[in-house]
């Protein structure tokens, strides 16, 4: 067997692989056995009609075609060993160049490559900041506004007032044959307090509650505001609006007090208990997204060193990944994909090229370095580790109900398997993590050291590479080529 190679450009390698004759005629009489067996051949038991007979009964490009695929499911490996290539995905056939010698031509993803360069002298301070208690008050009075009762009240608006009215945005300076309405009149509630005691983005722009003060009912107002050119509503970027808001009614929140009973009322001992756990809750909240931004800094900056180089289809697989995602919380939406593109007035390739394919390039390179800091620096989890990570991943499963509908879908087996690779994930992703903090911070020594179980941290899971999640984890088949369409 002869065989030619060719670098490609998109980190693939092309193989051209020339049969012996002899080879591939011994797979021709293979192939018209078999078709013999599948095939019913007048006056022949399965599989016992000649070789010239199938000949004339399916003609002869049945037999090669057939010749060709079991050769490929036997020669695959072998020809990807002379050659001395490992794949780092399923190749594919991508042509027959000749049959008379048998040529083919097999295009495959090569392993990626990651050079992280001088990585080690890559430094980024470490500095969380501690929790000021003006954010433990802030949550306290977001609190207390969720257990407020209302109260109508017969004057205007002041701070702390929520007020019901309909709300109405036309644009200022409408584009020709725009519709300059881009708000139908619609209900809202406000709550007149800053932007910082806001529930989230204050709709239908920062500071709209503040401008309602002094508006009784049954008096109106009309606002403009200029959306800066990346507002988050695409339909607004840049625009100018108007907008007219009719109050029909203003109520007073009626705070609960903060003491031992409201504590109580929602599942805390006491007032001091429920300040001392929003505190502990909200510290590591901060913690962990300090940790998660700090990382991906870390990473991007080693990155800029780094050179990394991945086939096509490991980029296509994280674009499914980042797709899924997407579906899986627009599902909680009560959205589908399709819906959400007409919504924003996309097509998916547009979405795809211009939102997803960014992200997935981010997330598929750092987690190429990670992995390739993980083998230079020697990391490794042991098995009290695993199982202690797979014990915790099974038992969120069953807290969430999902154990038994995963179970039914992918079987149990398979289910056990995605676990455990979840758990070894997250082990490494966290000794890896910590690492880099060492390097990045100079508590690291020069050379890189084995880590051993006394070494992770506890509790840090700030992973840049979001863990597969068990309903979609597959492991991919390197071994066997996938033929293209027009085979």
């Known amino acids: 067997m002869k065989i030619e190679t060719e670098l490609l450009e998109n980190h693939q390698v092309k193989l051209i692989a020339e049969i012996d004759d002899q080879l591939y005629e011994s797979y021709k009489h293979r192939a018209a056995r078999k078709i013999s067996q599948e095939?019913?051949?007048?006056?022949?038991?399965?599989?016992?009609?000649?070789?010239?007979?199938?000949l004339r009964t399916v003609g002869e490009g049945a037999i090669q075609q057939e010749a060709i695929d079991l050769l490929i499911d036997e020669h695959y490996p072998k020809i990807l060993e002379e050659a001395g290539v490992k794949p780092g995905g399923p190749g594919r056939l991508d042509d027959v160049l000749s049959l008379q010698?048998?040529?083919?031509?097999?295009?495959?993803?090569?392993?990626?490559?990651v050079n992280l360069g001088d990585f080690r002298s890559v430094r980024l301070p470490y500095e969380p900041k501690p929790l000021q208690d003006e954010e433990v008050e802030k949550f306290l009075k977001r609190l207390q506004r969720s257990y407020a009762t209302l109260e109508p009240v017969e004057r205007p608006a002041q701070l702390g007032d929520l007020v019901f009215g309909t709300l109405e945005g036309r644009l200022v300076h409408p584009s020709e044959g725009e519709d300059s309405l881009v708000i139908r009149p619609t209900p809202i509630q406000a709550l007149v307090a800053p932007e910082e005691e806001q529930e989230g983005d204050e709709y239908p722009f920062p500071g709209f509650g503040l401008q309602l003060i002094g508006l009784s009912a049954g008096e109106s107002k009309i606002l403009t505001f200029q959306y800066a050119d990346d507002a988050d509503d695409e339909n607004l970027r840049g625009?100018?609006?108007?907008?007219?808001?009719?109050?029909q009614s203003v109520k007073a929140l009626i705070l609960p007090e903060l003491d031992d009973e409201f504590a109580q009322s929602i599942g805390y001992p006491?007032?001091?208990?429920?300040?001392?756990?929003?505190?502990?809750?909200?510290?590591?909240?901060?913690?962990?997204?300090?940790?998660?931004?700090?990382?991906?800094?870390?990473?991007?900056?080693?990155?800029?060193?780094?050179?990394?180089?991945?086939?096509?289809?490991?980029?296509?697989?994280?674009?499914?990944?980042v797709l899924h995602n997407v579906e899986h919380d627009l599902s909680r939406q009560n959205l589908d994909l399709d819906t959400y593109l007409k919504m924003r007035r996309l097509d998916r390739q547009t979405f795809i090229d211009q939102e997803v394919k960014p992200v997935a390039i981010k997330r598929l390179e750092r987690s190429l370095v990670m992995d390739e800091v993980a083998r230079v620096e020697h990391i490794e989890a042991d098995e009290n580790e695993i199982s202690s990570e797979y014990s915790q991943a099974l038992s969120e499963l069953q807290n969430?109900?999902?154990?038994?509908?995963?179970?039914?879908?992918?079987?149990?087996?398979?289910?056990?398997?995605?676990?455990?690779?979840?758990?070894?994930?997250?082990?490494?992703?966290?000794?890896?993590?910590?690492?880099?903090?060492?390097?990045?911070?100079?508590?690291?020594?020069?050379e890189p050291a084995k880590q051993s179980a006394a070494d992770a941290p506890e509790g840090q899971d700030a992973t840049p590479k979001e863990n597969t999640s068990a309903e979609t984890a597959a492991e991919p088949d390197t071994n066997t080529p996938k033929q293209s369409d027009d085979q």
């Open 239 to 247: 625009k100018e609006v108007e907008f007219t808001v009719q109050v």
């Open 39 to 54: 095939t019913k051949i007048p006056g022949f038991r399965p599989g016992k009609a000649p070789y010239n007979i199938v």
């Open 101 to 113: 010698p048998v040529k083919l031509s097999f295009v495959v993803p090569l392993e990626p490559e």
């Open 400 to 446: 969430a109900g999902d154990l038994r509908r995963i179970q039914r879908r992918i079987g149990t087996q398979r289910l056990a398997n995605v676990i455990a690779m979840e758990a070894i994930n997250r082990v490494m992703n966290r000794r890896v993590l910590e690492r880099l903090k060492q390097i990045a911070t100079g508590q690291a020594e020069a």
């Open 270 to 321: 006491s007032s001091e208990e429920m300040r001392s756990s929003i505190r502990t809750h909200l510290e590591e909240d901060a913690r962990d997204a300090y940790d998660r931004d700090y990382f991906a800094r870390l990473i991007d900056k080693i990155l800029e060193g780094a050179t990394v180089k991945y086939p096509p289809q490991m980029l296509d697989r994280e674009i499914e990944e």
